[in-house]
C-alpha cells in the first residue's frame, strides 16, 4: 500500500468554525490531491497540488483551500465549515503516471 | 471534459456466480480508464488500470475489464464472487493528472 496518512480521522464540528485536514506522505510523489465523497456523487476533486506551492482548484473548490510547504504534507482547510461540507474525504497522491492512490479517509461531520 | 456513468447503484449477486459491473465513459480521446474498490470504512484500492494495447487487463483479487472503444465501456468482470467481495466499486476516467472523473460507485452484496 502507498505511504499516505490522514488526519484526523474523524471530526466533529460545529457550524462556522475553521477546520483543517492533513494528508501526508512517505513515497515523494509529486502529485497530491483532496476528494470529498458524497453518496451518489462518487469522489469530485476539490483541489490538488503539482510540487511544493503550486496548487490548483478542482471540480468543487468553493469554500476550500489548501497549502503544500512540503513534499510530503498537503493541507485542506475549511475557513469557516458549513453543514454541505459534511462528507468523508480522501487525499490521494500520484507519481505521475497518471494512477492515484488514495489514504483511508476523514470522516467529518459538521453540525 | 470527461464523464463517467455507472448505471446500477446495487447489484446482489451469489456467492461463486459470475458478475459485470458496467463503467460507461465519455472523453473525445483515448482515456485512461481504472476500477478501484471500496471496503466500508476504507480507502479506495486499485483494482486494475488501462492506459492503452491489450483492451482486455487484469487485475487483483481475480478481476478483469474489458476496454471496447465503440462502445465507450470499460466493464469489470469476475468470474465467480467471493463473500469477500461485497464491497463498492467506482469506475474512473483520467485525462492528465489533474483531472480524474470518478461514477457515482456500484454496491456489490454477495448473498450466501
Known amino acids: 500500500d502507498a505511504g499516505i496518512t490522514q488526519s484526523p480521522r474523524h471530526k466533529v464540528t460545529e457550524t462556522g468554525t475553521p477546520v483543517t485536514l492533513r494528508c501526508h506522505q512517505t513515497?515523494?510523489?509529486?502529485?497530491m490531491y483532496w476528494y470529498r465523497q458524497d453518496p451518489g456523487h462518487g469522489l469530485r476533486l476539490i483541489h490538488y497540488?503539482?510540487?511544493?506551492?503550486?496548487?490548483d482548484k478542482g471540480e468543487v473548490s468553493d469554500g476550500y483551500s489548501v497549502s503544500r510547504s512540503k513534499t510530503e504534507d498537503f493541507l485542506l482547510t475549511l475557513e469557516s465549515a458549513t453543514s454541505s461540507q459534511t462528507s468523508v474525504y480522501f487525499c490521494?497522491?500520484?507519481?505521475?503516471?497518471?494512477?492515484?492512490?488514495f489514504g483511508p479517509g476523514t470522516r467529518l461531520l459538521v453540525l | 471534459a470527461q464523464s463517467v456513468t455507472q448505471p446500477d447503484i446495487h447489484i446482489t449477486v451469489s456467492e461463486g456466480a459470475s458478475l459485470e459491473l458496467r463503467c460507461n465513459y465519455s472523453?473525445?480521446?483515448?482515456?485512461?480508464l481504472f476500477w478501484y474498490v471500496q471496503s466500508p470504512g476504507q480507502g479506495l484500492q486499485l483494482l486494475l488500470k488501462?492506459?492503452?494495447?491489450?483492451?482486455l487487463v487484469q487485475g487483483i483479487k481475480g478481476f478483469e475489464a474489458e476496454f471496447k472503444r465503440s462502445q465507450s465501456s470499460f466493464n469489470l468482470r469476475k468470474p465467480s464472487v467471493h463473500w469477500s467481495d461485497a464491497a463498492e466499486y467506482f469506475c474512473?476516467?483520467?485525462?492528465?493528472?489533474?483531472?480524474?472523473?470518478f461514477g457515482a460507485g456500484t454496491r456489490l452484496t454477495v448473498k450466501p
Open positions: 490521494a497522491i500520484s507519481g505521475g503516471a497518471e494512477t492515484q492512490y
Open positions: 497540488s503539482y510540487g511544493v506551492k503550486d496548487t
Open positions: 488501462y492506459f492503452s494495447g491489450d483492451t
Open positions: 513515497e515523494n510523489h509529486r502529485y
Open positions: 472523453y473525445g480521446a483515448t482515456p485512461y
Open positions: 474512473a476516467v483520467g485525462a492528465g493528472n489533474n483531472d480524474m472523473r
